[in-house]
């Protein structure tokens, strides 16, 4: 399996430089994905990598790219938001830094899950396929009235109380079972010149609500402050503006992190060129400043 079928790292020198304090530390790549930014952190410094992820193809494609570095590197099933008790269990009390890159892996994407509506597959959505909650789910059990709020609050679709009205017709005469089902109901509703951008808002909206995404990252920000060293640093990527909010929030709100990117930080036009998927990344930094 060749490296682009996963997750391309976004804006590494930018990482890398907002990140890195000290060359022996010990670093979480919270989203260890593919490994292309632990690798690229592992390769230029002497520090270990302590890398979280959910997906057991990602931890295995992983494993193997970063076996060169043996035991400078660790990988555990655990989603990030495990993080302060991941830590624990390893008898690791400070770390020198915490990045999270929260964009979909291009594996995820393309490669089964449902999580895109370009391609006809079973409507799941799981990252971590040991979790019950699936689109699925969703579609076919929830109310009417808690599917237009997923789609209106975690997709920022103004449509979806038309689109849940229509999921729940749909769904009398049919379970919902595919990505294929769900693009004809939504096509039926809204007009063709928004049918893209709402495509994706509302496979983006089910895809948060199944996997808990901004309440994983309300908890991860939160563990930070405990995890960090005096002087260590968080870098999270973004990819829409709810995480982008909560993020921004918090380097605001904690008195403990010193926010090191008044404004977010965007890949260059060279990078979006070659990774046209980087377009909507942001990246934001903060430093622990006491204890």
């Avoid at 995820?108 to 789910?137: C, I, N, P, V, W």
């Avoid at 808690?146 to 379970?175: N, T």
């Avoid at 005096?230 to 973004?238: D, W």
């Amino acid at each position: 399996m060749n490296q682009g079928v996963f997750h391309i790292p976004v804006m590494v020198d930018e990482v890398i430089r907002y990140l890195i304090t000290k060359e022996d530390g010990i670093y979480i790549d919270g989203t260890i994905g593919g490994g292309g930014h632990s690798e690229e952190i592992l390769k230029r410094t002497k520090c270990k990598v302590i890398g979280f992820d959910i997906d057991p193809e990602a931890i295995k494609f992983a494993q193997e790219r970063l076996k060169p570095f043996g035991e400078r590197v660790i990988i555990l099933r655990r989603n990030y938001a495990q993080v302060k008790e991941a830590l624990a269990e390893l008898g690791v009390s400070k770390v020198s830094g915490f990045l999270l890159d929260l964009g979909v892996s291009s594996f995820q994407l393309d490669y089964g899950g449902g999580f895109s509506f370009r391609f006809d597959e079973k409507l799941d959505m799981r990252m971590d396929r040991a979790s019950d909650l699936t689109a699925e789910r969703i579609l076919n059990e929830f109310s009417e009235e808690d599917i237009a709020l997923i789609i209106r609050f975690f997709g920022e679709e103004r449509r979806a109380k038309l689109i849940a009205r229509e999921i729940v017709r749909y769904r009398q005469r049919k379970k919902i079972e595919r990505t294929s089902e769900l693009v004809k109901l939504i096509d039926k509703v809204v007009p063709r010149k928004y049918r893209l951008k709402t495509l994706a808002r509302v496979f983006q909206a089910l895809r948060i609500a199944v996997n808990k995404e901004l309440d994983n990252l309300k908890v991860a920000l939160d563990s930070s402050v405990d995890i960090l060293e005096k002087g260590g640093r968080i870098v999270v990527i973004s990819y829409h503006s709810l995480e982008d909010r909560i993020v921004k929030s918090f380097f605001k709100s904690n008195e403990k992190i010193r926010n090191l990117t008044k404004k977010p930080v965007a890949p260059k036009e060279e990078e979006i060129r070659l990774n046209p998927r980087s377009r909507s990344a942001k990246l934001r930094a903060g430093e622990k400043i006491t204890e």
